[in-house]
């Protein structure tokens, strides 16, 4: 094991021992099959699944898995009309199981994300029963402002790149704190805690995924 892989280690064990007080399950993976091994196994076979925008969950392997077995799937993808977006976020959220990654988490074991539109933090906070959120060791980060720091730093530029936005943060890497229409950050959520224990699942990889 590589000296980044051994402190990333040290690191997953410090944020994991934290996670108890916050009522999250915890788990650290050194590889992406053991993880995606893992979340199916927290998922039976015909329980409802949705998923938020992700390059994490894509990069590990979870959605070709999810979807080669025998879930119920509900997936924004296949909405065409504004009516059938709001049809299908109203499944999602009551959907058995929820899957996303994170935009960060502290050393402390805070989950920290900024969104665009809601619709991942949403059901982050409330609505289906379960949620696993798939994070690589690049997403750790010490502290709160850390978190925020990253996202606009890290996270955000490709984010609009990828999906072809308009705003400072694409045209030259930098955030703007733009109010642009294009802006993907809208929504500031910090997870400290879960109110119901065990519903959020954070599975730790000693990988690299999405941004």
Known sequence: MSFV?????????TILSKLSKRGIEGYFFETCEEAVKKAL???????????GG??????CGLM?????????LIDRATAVTPEEKRTIFAQTVMADYYLMSTNAVTMDG????????????????????HVL???GMNKVVLNVQAGLDRIRTKAAPPNTTRLKKDTPCARTGVCGNCFS??????QIVVTRR????GRIKLLLVNESLGF
Request: with cysteine.
């Open 5 to 13: 892989k051994q402190s990333n280690a040290n690191s997953a064990a």
């Open 41 to 51: 196994s927290l998922m039976p076979e015909g329980s409802s699944v949705s998923w």
């Open 54 to 59: 992700s390059m994490s969950i894509s990069e």
């Open 64 to 72: 070709d898995a999810v979807k080669a077995h025998n879930y119920k």
């Open 110 to 129: 805070e989950l920290v994300n900024i969104d665009g539109f809601g619709n991942r933090v949403a059901c982050l906070c409330s609505g289906p029963e």
């Open 133 to 135: 959120v798939i994070a």
């Open 181 to 186: 229409p294009d802006c993907i950050c809208s």
């Open 194 to 197: 879960s109110g119901i224990p």
